[in-house]
């Protein structure tokens, strides 16, 4: 079965501290994953994968297959990070998103 | 190139009423996914359709159901509606199916329906 987990629902941070959005995932096969980010009042958007190892919007994550995680990274947060952040798992069959955590930077 | 869009955004239906939702997809794109969206859940797999076939299908009643037509614009379609049905229905497109490959999903606004 495909699982993804991001415990924690909210996280509040101040603008400059370094960011960790956690997401865990559960799926016996090879998985491809996402994080896609729901800014305020704008539609769900891809916002990295794990396989294009790039950084986006300052923000990085690695994949870590032992310990099955996917963690979300930015050194340093900005205002304009609030939103909702979604882990998503792509399996061989379907696209399985966590819970969401909602990020606030607070100024 | 014009994003995703879903007719209607906002609905208010009572109990044992059913509805359709419609989705737009991206020009090109043939995979059609829907998700449904709520506080509680959080955001769940619904069904994807690709060149008019259900591919997938995630854990919902029959009360829900979907079609897609060969211009892949899609439908779906919830019967003897329930006050738990209120949610945003996300529907979301992408080039091609998701089975075994990559292929970034693009969101529209969803509709938001509210079961009385």
């Known amino acids: 079965a495909q699982r993804v987990t991001q415990p924690e629902k909210l996280l509040s941070v101040f603008k400059g501290a370094p960011v960790e959005l956690k997401c865990n995932y559960s799926?016996?096969?090879?998985?491809?994953l996402f994080w896609y980010v729901q800014y305020s009042r704008q539609r769900l958007q891809l916002l990295l994968r794990?396989?294009s190892r790039e950084s986006i919007k300052g923000f990085t994550a690695d994949l870590n297959k032992g310990e099955t995680s996917f963690h979300l990274k930015k050194p340093f947060a900005q205002e304009e990070d609030s939103a909702m952040y979604y882990c998503?798992?792509?399996?061989?069959?379907?696209?399985?998103f966590g819970q969401g955590t909602r990020l606030t930077i607070n100024p | 190139k014009a994003g995703v869009t879903q007719t209607p955004r906002y609905l208010i239906k009572t109990r044992g009423q059913q509805v359709t939702l419609s989705c737009s997809p991206i020009?090109?794109?043939?995979?059609v996914s829907w998700y449904q969206q709520t506080p509680g859940q959080g955001l769940q797999f619904l069904f994807e359709?690709?060149?008019?076939?259900?591919?997938n299908k995630g854990n919902f009643p029959g009360r829900f159901s979907g079609r897609q037509f060969s211009n892949s614009r899609s439908e779906m379609n919830v019967s003897t509606l329930e006050l738990g049905d209120s949610a945003l229905y996300l529907c979301?497109?992408?080039?091609?199916?998701?089975?075994?490959?990559?292929?970034?999903?693009?969101f529209g606004p969803g509709t938001r329906l509210t079961v009385l």
């Open positions: 979301a497109s992408s080039l091609a199916s998701g089975r075994g490959s990559y292929n970034e999903q693009f």
């Open positions: 799926y016996s096969g090879s998985p491809e």
């Open positions: 794990h396989i």
């Open positions: 998503a798992l792509q399996g061989a069959q379907k696209l399985v």
């Open positions: 020009s090109g794109h043939r995979s």
């Open positions: 359709y690709f060149s008019e076939t259900q591919r």
